[in-house]
């Protein structure tokens, strides 16, 4: 085999791939895992909010 054979074979195995992660990506199966993910930044922000009250109040209560 040549060297064009040997790239036209990569070049379909790496598009192969690249199709199998979009499905991968975009099933439904993912989705709730993909938008636990997504807004478990809000939830650490509600917390550190939630322990900076805790603070200020045990503050006020020390005066």
């Keep these: 085999m040549d060297y064009i ?3 036209s074979i990569y070049t379909v195995i790496v598009f ?3 199709i199998g992660i979009g499905v ?3 099933s439904k199966a993912r989705k709730k895992s993909f938008d636990e993910a997504a807004n478990s ?3 650490e922000d509600e ?3 939630s322990q ?3 603070t200020k109040q045990e503050s ?3 005066e």
């Design 24 to 26: 991968w990506a975009f």
């Design 60 to 62: 006020k209560n020390n």
């Design 41 to 43: 930044i809000f939830e």
């Design 52 to 54: 900076q009250n805790d």
């Design 5 to 7: 054979t040997w790239r």
């Design 16 to 18: 192969v791939l690249f």
């Design 47 to 49: 917390l550190d909010r």
